[in-house]
């Protein structure tokens, strides 16, 4: 259920909102709180319509006068519709940069496969130091090859020297 769908006749709004039905019709007469209406003419309140006159109840309680609580419920209707506003907007923001030429970009992972990013983003580098030997540097009869100059290598012949 829609909380805008107008769905109580008079009597029952009155009652759910804790007012008589004259002070509902005074507030649609002054514009404060405007329910839908049929094609007959009936009034038909929605969820928000009950809420507002909740709301109306309390700050007239409070002491705030009627074209004062006119004025704060114009606002907050006005927010409202402000925030949906600014939810469809970056929807479609999002959509754009999603669909824009150029948003993807490859770049090559840690493992060496083929990542997509968004535009703007960067891949973590590794910081991993890997020492690399060409084939066929090592000369035949070279001894030191294969050997680690800080002695440190587990694999090699430090060991037993």
Known sequence: MDADSPLFAIAVAAELAGMHP???RQYDRIGLVVPGRTRGGSRRYSMRDIEQLREVAQLSSDGMSLPAIARL???????????RRVTEL???LRAE???RPGV??????ATGSIVTLPSGRRIRRSTEVVLWH???AVEAGDDTAGDDPAGDDPA????ES
């Open 90 to 92: 970056e929807g479609a």
């Open 104 to 109: 993807r970009v490859f770049a090559a992972g």
């Open 22 to 24: 004259q002070t509902l």
């Open 156 to 159: 090699g012949d430090a060991s």
């Open 97 to 99: 940069r999603e669909n």
């Open 134 to 136: 060409p084939r066929g």
């Open 73 to 83: 419920l114009d606002l907050e209707d006005e927010v409202r519709m402000l925030r």
